[in-house]
Each structure stands twice: as structure tokens, then as C-alpha cells.
């Protein structure tokens, strides 16, 4: 008699399975469950090491752990540059020794006759290959010094306050013959000469290149396009068109963006993701229909920067057919130009209404996927509660006449599949971001519009400009509880979230980590919740204010001495008609003492899938050593 066998005995089955599997369960869970599925993904999942200088860790135990990663996240932001020298030398050092024991590593893996041993021996010396370096204060000849191992296939660099250096991109591309993946951007000066003309050259295996605020010269770019010949993904986003420094060579660097679009053609690049654009210069409407019609093979990615869109052109967006899954929208953020001055202001907030207008009213992106883009507050704002004074202030007044002289109008995006969501808020209008009722609107709006979230992403700029004569302001993203950033909760298949504030965190009352525990399984125990129920107690006379602040409203609308709200004729509005109804308390407190109810009932499970989460502009953690961050002094005062 044959003995019967299971469904998981057949490997392809087992494959598909995992396939679904996150990096997480493949590293902590997968490997225990049976020494086939041991074997199976022995060679797939890669180990990452992480260290963050925000994380108040030591830098050497992690170094010491760097034989055997297979991904090293580095971040370094903040302390100065005296302090990120320090580091970076430790970096360097690291490296070099990793570098020398990966070789000896290797040559030790083969038996007498120098075969391969069998790969199970093989399995603690996985090499690195990946690393995403974040740092600030150094210069671009320093990274030359930096000796990557050559088993490398993912680089990412994010280089911030910069000196004005070259960062040779060729001499990595040539030590690193495995990268597939490389991605540098910096908010300062760094130009990238992306190759040299000197020594014969071999194709790379090089499928995605992103640059972002970097200068090079187009030479040198065309001559690296002509050695990729698998390229598939080429971003150059918002490239320096001159230089700052009068005594550079490359002071005026002269993009010809024609013959890059033709050089792209010629070589016949097999490119499914691409973007073009340069500082200070709108692109031509000519460049514009290039790029939406340039590469018919991947129709479901957009990429535009801001001072492309314009009227005429959102309107030619809206009568195009697509099934756009991806929109990225990006912007010169080095200069401010939307916060140096009341007219670029008015011109930076009047291109976010057209495109908040596109994403309430176009049919055709209700397939998008993926949004990163600037979103106006006031586009939210469905109900005009921007003006509700907290009761802490000691008065509560609307200033709706006022509101009715925006040009911002509100409105429901279409895009109600939205998994992955990236945005920053401003603020250009009648009111500072910097009252929790704006945090209430926001985090509210997100979490009943966007039901589907997987990854949210979240930050505001540093200066916003609201009215001439007015001085420039700091927005704030409160995450208190009356914030309503639990109001995220909604969101059942969140498992990445990242609320980045950096140093404009605001939490009057209570502690830190009382008001944010309810992420974790840790913060809904009955002493947890007892806090939280006398937080929101103390909220009664400002939800009778704002009851009584409503029915005035309303009174007056009736009477015909206010208009009644116009929002934006919304796809998503149309087609499903409880979501007006769900988003009546929108901004008010009420509506996260609705959601602390909730959340406070025996059985109920928080954000059941979330995995990671950071509440500043660190790298994101498991939720508990999010939370355990709260607790220093140091990290508040950051």
C-alpha cells in the first residue's frame, strides 16, 4: 500500500505558497517549519542588518554582525558633521574588513581540488547584496574611498548637506559587475559623472537607475545608456540645470532633453519606468506627450514634476485612456520655491488642486495602486473645519466667509484601491497646520477613502507661507490622541506606516507612549485603557462645542446666509454612497471617541497586520521598539 502524500510534499505547490510570504515571515518563520522548507528558501530571504543613529544603539555590535547580512540599511541623520566623520570611518573600516573576509570566505568553500563544496556548507556566508546607505555631512570624495563588495546588486544613496564634490559613478559600476539596482539622491550640492572614457567597457547588468537632484553631464549619461542594454527602469528627477558654485566647470550644464529622447529610441532600451526632468525648466509640450506616449510596453506608470502641470495638460491627462496602477509626482524641494514666496506659493497650491481635481473626478484611476505625491490640507477638508479653534486655545470660531474665498476646493479621490500611499501635506491657504483638528481631518480622510492601505507615508514640509505679509510657519503633525492619528486603525491591512514630523512633534498632555500604544497588542490592556478613557473624558466640553458650533452652521444654511459646501464631483462619491456618510464627522473629536470606543472593546485587534513603524524620520521598526523609542529623553529633544 502507497503511502499517501501531503498537498506541501510537491515543491512547486510550496514555491507559490511562499511566494505570497513576506521578507519577514521568510526570515523568522518559514525556516523552522520543516527541514524542506528550510532548504527550499535557504537562498532566497536575506538577512538585513539595520542600525539608525536615532535608535540610540551602538554602531559597532551591528558592524560586527555585517559577515552573512545580505541587506545593511546605514542611516546617519542629524549630530553634526563632526559625528558623521566618526561614523563613517567606522564604515569604511567595516567595509574593507567584510570585503577581505567575503574573499577568503569564498576561496575557503571549495574542497582539495578546488570544486564547490555542497551549497547546505554554503549557507551562513550568504553575501551582502544590498546596502542603502543614508547619511549627512559628507563630501562625494569620500564615498569614493568606501570599497563595496563586488557581490553588490542593490546600491542606494542618499546623500544630505553636502560639499560641493564629484562622486565617480563609473569605478562602482565596474568593481560591482552584479548591480542591478542603483539609486542616488541628495538634497545639496553632488554632481555624479556617470562614466569614464578611458579603459574598454562591458555591458552591465544594470536595470534601474534613478538619480534625483544630481548634475552630470549628458555625455557621460548617453555613453552609460549605450552599456546598459537591460535597463528597464531610468529615472532622472529634478536635475541640476546649472551650477551654484562660479568656479566649477559644469556651471552651466545645458540638458538636451530632444536628443536624450532620441538616444533612448536609438539604442532600444527595453525601459518600462521613466522619468525626465530638470530644475527650474517646465518641460516643453512636445516633451510631455513624449513621455506618455514614448513607451507604449508599460502604459501603468506615470511620473510628472509639478511644473508640468498645468490646466491644459491635466486636461489632456483626463481625456486619455489608461490603466494607470502607479502616479508619481515630484517636486524641487532643495529651493522651496512653493514656501520662498507668496506668487510661487499661489502657483505651487494652484498645481495641487489640479491634481487633486484629477484624482476625485477621473473614472480612469480607479485601478491606481500607488500614489506619491503633495496634497493640500484644505483638499480634505470636506466640511470646513479647518477654522474649529481646539478648546485649549479658548475660543472656537470658523471664519467661513473667509473659507468661501479659497480657490482650494474639497473633494473624494477615485483611486479607492489605493495600497501604497506616500504624501506630503502644505498648507498654503487661510490656516496653519498646526492645530490637532488638521491632524484629525487628515489622518480621517485617509482612513476612510483609502480603506485598502498597505504602506502609508506621511511628513510635512519644513516652512509653509499662508497669506502675504504673514510670516512663514512650521507645520505640525500632532500624534496625540486627540490627533486622531488612531483613527488609522481603520485600516486592517496596513502593515507599513511611517507619520515622519521629525523635530515638530507636539504633545501637551499625557505621556508619549500612552498616547500611541494602541499600535501594539501591549497598549490594550485594562490599565492602557483606563488612561486612554480618562483622556478622552476630558474631552466633553469640546465635543459639545463643537455640536453646538454644527447646528449653528446648519441653522444658517437654511436661512440662505451661508452657502451650503461644493465639493468636487467624485467617481468614488457616486458609486458608493455610504462613504458621504461616513466621513459626516470628519475632523471632529467626536469621531476619535468614536474610535477609542471601538478599539477599547474586549476581542479588538489593532492593525492586526502591521509590521513596521517609525514616528519620526528614522527607519521604520517593529511596532514595540517603535514604541520603546519613545521613551528617552534624548529622542524628543532631537
Not at 253 to 269: A, C, H, V
Not at 594 to 623: H, I, R, T, W
Amino acid at each position: 500500500m502507497s503511502e499517501s502524500r501531503s498537498p506541501f510534499d510537491i515543491t512547486e505547490i510550496v514555491e507559490r505558497i511562499l511566494s505570497h510570504a513576506d521578507d519577514l515571515s521568510l526570515r523568522r518563520t518559514v525556516p523552522f517549519v520543516c527541514r524542506q522548507w528550510f532548504l527550499m528558501i535557504k537562498e532566497k530571504p536575506l538577512r538585513q542588518l539595520a542600525w539608525d543613529n536615532r535608535w540610540g544603539t551602538k554602531l559597532e555590535p551591528v558592524l560586527a554582525s555585517l559577515p552573512g547580512a545580505g541587506r545593511f540599511l546605514f542611516c546617519h541623520q542629524g549630530g553634526g558633521k563632526k559625528a558623521a566623520d566618526k561614523v563613517w570611518k567606522q564604515l569604511l573600516l567595516a567595509m574593507e574588513t567584510y570585503s577581505k573576509r567575503y574573499y577568503e570566505g569564498f576561496h575557503q568553500q571549495r574542497d582539495y581540488f578546488g570544486r564547490p563544496t555542497s551549497t547546505n556548507c554554503r549557507l551562513f556566508y550568504t553575501p551582502l547584496r544590498e546596502v542603502d546607505l543614508r547619511i549627512d555631512f559628507i563630501e562625494g570624495d569620500q564615498l569614493c574611498d568606501i570599497s563595496f563588495p563586488s557581490s553588490l546588486t542593490s546600491l542606494k544613496l542618499d546623500i544630505r548637506n553636502t560639499t560641493d564634490k564629484t562622486l565617480y559613478l563609473w569605478p562602482i559600476l565596474a568593481r560591482c559587475r552584479l548591480l542591478e539596482v542603483v539609486h542616488v539622491g541628495q538634497v545639496g550640492q553632488l554632481r555624479i559623472r556617470g562614466c569614464s572614457d578611458h579603459g574598454p567597457r562591458k555591458p552591465l547588468a544594470l536595470r534601474s537607475l534613478v538619480l534625483r537632484g544630481v548634475a552630470f553631464e549628458q555625455w557621460s549619461l548617453e555613453v552609460l545608456l549605450s552599456d546598459t542594454p537591460r535597463l528597464q527602469e531610468l529615472k532622472l528627477i529634478g536635475v541640476q540645470s546649472r551650477s551654484r558654485s562660479v568656479s566649477d566647470r559644469f556651471e552651466s550644464m545645458g540638458m538636451d532633453s530632444e536628443r536624450l529622447y532620441t538616444i533612448i529610441q536609438k539604442l532600444g532600451l527595453p525601459i518600462d519606468s521613466f522619468h525626465f526632468s530638470v530644475t527650474d525648466c517646465a518641460a516643453r509640450d512636445g516633451e510631455l506627450r513624449r513621455k506618455l506616449y514614448l513607451y507604449p510596453r508599460c502604459p501603468t506608470e506615470w511620473s510628472f514634476w509639478v511644473p508640468e502641470l498645468e490646466p491644459y495638460f491635466m486636461k489632456e491627462l483626463a481625456l486619455n485612456t489608461n490603466n494607470v496602477t502607479t502616479l508619481d509626482v515630484f517636486w524641487d524641494q532643495t529651493n522651496r520655491y512653493h514656501s520662498s514666496s507668496f506668487l510661487a506659493c499661489n502657483l505651487f497650491t494652484s498645481t495641487l488642486q489640479q491634481l487633486h481635481q484629477y484624482l476625485c473626478s477621473s473614472p480612469q484611476l480607479q485601478s491606481l495602486k500607488v500614489v506619491s505625491a503633495a496634497i493640500l490640507l484644505d483638499a480634505m477638508d470636506l466640511h470646513r473645519r479647518s477654522g474649529y479653534i481646539d478648546p485649549d486655545c479658548g475660543v472656537m470660531f470658523t471664519r467661513l466667509a473667509e473659507l468661501e474665498k479659497t480657490v482650494v476646493r474639497p473633494g473624494i479621490w477615485a483611486c479607492r484601491g489605493l495600497q501604497h500611499l506616500s504624501i506630503e501635506v502644505h498648507s498654503h491657504r487661510l490656516f496653519e497646520l498646526t492645530s490637532p483638528v488638521h491632524s484629525r481631518i487628515i489622518f480621517g480622510y485617509i482612513s476612510r477613502v483609502c480603506p485598502n492601505l498597505e504602506v502609508f507615508e506621511i511628513k510635512v514640509p519644513d516652512i509653509c507661507l499662508v497669506e502675504p505679509g504673514k510670516t512663514k510657519h512650521t507645520p505640525v503633525l500632532f500624534g496625540r490622541l486627540d490627533g486622531g492619528l488612531c483613527l488609522l486603525s481603520r485600516l486592517r491591512k496596513l502593515r507599513a506606516m511611517k507619520v515622519v514630523v521629525q523635530d515638530h512633534w507636539e504633545n501637551s498632555s499625557g505621556s508619549r507612549r500612552d498616547a500611541l500604544n494602541w499600535i501594539h497588542s501591549s497598549g490594550h490592556d485594562a490599565k492602557s485603557r483606563a488612561k486612554r478613557q480618562g483622556v478622552v473624558a476630558g474631552w466633553e466640553r469640546g465635543i459639545e462645542m463643537e455640536k453646538q458650533t454644527e447646528l449653528d452652521r446648519a441653522s444658517r444654511v437654511a436661512a440662505g446666509a451661508e452657502e451650503e459646501m461644493y465639493w468636487i464631483p467624485s467617481v468614488a462619491g457616486t458609486l458608493e454612497s455610504g462613504l458621504t456618510k461616513l466621513l459626516e464627522n470628519l475632523g471632529l473629536l467626536s469621531d476619535v471617541k468614536n474610535m477609542v470606543d471601538e478599539m477599547d472593546v474586549d476581542g479588538y485587534c489593532c492593525l492586526p497586520v502591521l509590521k513596521l513603524v517609525s514616528f519620526g524620520s528614522e527607519v521604520a521598526q517593529a511596532p514595540e521598539d517603535a514604541l520603546d523609542l519613545l521613551d528617552p529623553k534624548w529622542f524628543w529633544s532631537r
